[in-house]
């Protein structure tokens, strides 16, 4: 079957520093993959996808790279901000008969940005 | 803009009462969906609903079902809560297709039940 291994949080950084969360997969077949934001209070956004391989993804200075060699797509950031900080998912999709993409998601990473 | 509304943001309940979590989109999406989201654990779907009165088991669907009569509001019902579900609850649409659907998410219901 299919699934999602991101690492566990919480991730907590200073402003400016280096942000990297690792994601890897298992999946049947040829999966799209998905960053979800969750910032308190609200729903998952979209933050970026990459539907295949050496595909990369980009939204608000965060980055991830397709690497189907290495079942990865880990997010990047080079300067984080306070306002980051939230709950990361990533997630790989799936055709269903009746539904279109079908979402797996990780377990999340909290992520914790200091002054 | 695209939105998904869920009726409650907060609720508390009582071990073996029925309990309805309602979820209104007003993008015409054909597919709704329900999740919980527990720590550790991600997001796990429940049901999922492609047209008014269709319906499939997700992952997880002991001890939940659902309604969909209208194509804009999807209703997750458990039928004798127990503790066992309390959790955060999300509910998300999206339109078919082969191609890149987006699911648009709703704010989440946080469930407590005692």
């Known amino acids: 079957g299919n699934s999602v291994t991101q690492m566990e949080g919480p991730v907590t950084l200073s402003e400016e520093a280096f942000l990297t969360i690792n994601c890897t997969y298992t999946a049947t077949g040829y999966p799209s993959l998905f960053w979800y934001v969750q910032y308190p209070g609200e729903g998952l956004q979209l933050l970026l996808k990459a539907t295949k391989a050496d595909d990369k993804g980009s939204n608000k200075g965060f980055e991830a790279t397709y690497r189907k060699e290495t079942t990865s797509f880990h997010l990047e950031k080079g300067s984080v901000q306070v306002s980051d900080s939230a709950v990361y998912f990533c997630a790989l999709s799936t055709l269903s008969n009746n539904a279109g993409n079908m979402l797996t998601f990780g377990g999340g990473t909290r992520l914790m940005v200091k002054p | 803009d695209v939105k998904v509304t869920q009726s409650s943001r907060y609720l508390v309940k009582r071990t073996g009462e029925k309990v309805f979590l309602e979820c209104v989109q007003d993008?015409?999406?054909?597919?709704m969906f329900w999740y919980r989201q527990d720590p550790g654990l991600g997001l796990r779907l429940i049901y999922f609903?492609?047209?008014?009165?269709?319906?499939e088991k997700g992952d997880i669907p002991e001890g939940y079902s659902v309604s969909r009569e209208k194509k804009e509001r999807f209703s997750l019902i458990l039928e004798s809560a127990s503790t066992n579900q309390t959790s955060m609850y999300l509910c998300a649409s999206s339109t078919p297709g082969t191609g890149f659907h987006e699911q648009y998410f709703g704010p989440g219901t946080r469930l407590t039940v005692t």
């Open positions: 993008m015409d999406h054909e597919n």
């Open positions: 609903s492609y047209d008014v009165k269709m319906k």
